[in-house]
């Protein structure tokens, strides 16, 4: 007798929750790619999907309850019971520190700088 195909199952779900909203997303799945699903924006710089994980902006800072401080949402991987704050205090001025530190030691020479193309 031939064996049957079987359906491909879903991949391993964990169960998280996100600025009060709870959902299911991919064990392995970073926290960014589980609050674009779900319509939860997340400032970022450096991450695109299609690209390696550099986490080097630090723009994406969220706050993880029982974290000791701010994580990389595109470099934290959900893990079941995970509870993440994306507009807490702790959150918005960990990304509002980022980005004045980011103006504060970037040139604002646009129209002229070289890396402009």
């Not at 924006?41 to 993880?64: E, G, S, T, W």
């Not at 704050?85 to 918005?92: E, G, I, N, P, V």
């Not at 004045?100 to 402009?116: R, S, T, Y």
Request: aromatic letters at 4%; a neutral charge.
């Amino acid at each position: 007798m031939s064996a049957q195909p079987t359906a491909p199952t879903a991949p391993d779900m964990v169960n998280i929750e996100i600025d009060g909203q709870v959902m299911q997303a991919p064990k392995g799945a970073m926290i960014i790619q589980a609050a674009d699903k779900a319509g939860i924006q997340i400032p970022r710089f450096c991450y695109h999907d299609k690209l390696a994980i550099a986490a080097n902006c630090r723009m994406c800072l969220v706050d993880v309850e029982k974290a000791p401080k701010p994580m990389p949402a595109c470099a934290t991987p959900v893990m079941e019971g995970m509870k993440v704050y994306t507009r807490s205090k702790r959150a918005l001025d960990s990304q509002r520190n980022v980005m004045e530190f980011l103006l504060v030691n970037h040139p604002l020479d646009c129209p002229i700088c070289d890396q402009g193309g």
